[in-house]
């Protein structure tokens, strides 16, 4: 069975860093590429970015709102990808899902979701 | 940056059909994955590449994809369906390349 489970929410102020886990488990996590989703309180979904599988570059993307400031990593042996958040605003205040990615020729999209985790930015 | 237009709410009673459509420019040459999202749920994927379900959805769901717009139909709407849904897609030459639409609540009646 695939499981994400986030971990590393929590409140921080404006302008900290914060660091969030997805541990995966129930799949080979080298051969996918992997993402984050947020959501802000009452919103709808925000793409924040992905991270490529090794095998096609382990390479990443990011959404304008986030570039410069977040950073996704692996960690293909112990099967974790992390976000690194940096200057966070309070609209960044959201419920930040990992995701199992499937991206392939054009084709992008989310097959498996974790269970989210909320960070809070506010002073 | 490409947009992805739903009507922000569907209503339907049980037994009936309910139809979400997602809108954007010339959608039909891009594939549409949907997902459906229950309160305080995380998102689950209920449809992918326009028409295809993942393994557990059930047939009730289906999809399709031409033109202008996409449609997520789902046949004998039960209570256990109401939601909110997303459609999604891949622009490779849009900013942000994975674009969500703004999102769709299901009432069933």
């Known amino acids: 069975e695939v499981q994400l489970v986030e971990s590393g929410g929590g409140l921080v102020q404006p302008g900290r860093s914060l660091r969030l886990s997805c541990t995966a488990s129930?799949?080979?996590?080298?051969?996918?590429?992997m993402s984050w989703v947020r959501q802000a309180p009452g919103k709808g979904l925000e793409w924040v970015g992905f991270?490529?599988?090794?095998?096609?570059?382990?390479?990443?993307e990011y959404a304008a709102s986030v570039k410069g400031r977040f950073t996704i990593s692996r960690d293909d042996s112990k099967s974790i990808a992390y976000l690194q958040m940096n200057s966070l605003k309070t609209e960044d205040t959201a419920v930040y899902y990992c995701?199992?990615?499937?991206?392939?020729?054009?084709?992008?999209?989310?097959?498996?979701w974790g269970q989210g985790t909320l960070v809070t930015v506010s002073s | 940056s490409y947009v992805l237009t739903q009507p922000p709410s569907v209503s339907v009673a049980p037994g009936k059909t309910a139809r979400i459509t997602c809108g954007g420019n010339n959608i039909g040459s891009k594939s549409v994955h949907w997902y459906q999202q229950k309160p305080g749920q995380a998102p689950v994927l209920v449809i992918y590449y326009d028409s295809d379900r993942p393994s557990g959805i059930p047939e009730r769901f289906s999809g399709s994809n031409s033109g202008n717009t996409a449609t997520l139909t789902i046949s004998r709407v039960e209570a256990g369906d109401e939601a909110d849904y997303y459609c999604?897609?891949?622009?490779?030459?849009?900013?942000?390349?994975?674009?969500f639409g703004g999102g769709t609540k299901l009432t069933v009646l």
């Open positions: 129930g799949f080979t996590f080298g051969d996918y590429a």
């Open positions: 991270i490529r599988s090794k095998a096609y570059g382990g390479t990443t």
């Open positions: 995701t199992r990615t499937i991206a392939a020729a054009g084709i992008f999209n989310f097959d498996y």
């Open positions: 999604q897609v891949w622009d490779s030459s849009s900013d942000p390349h994975v674009v």
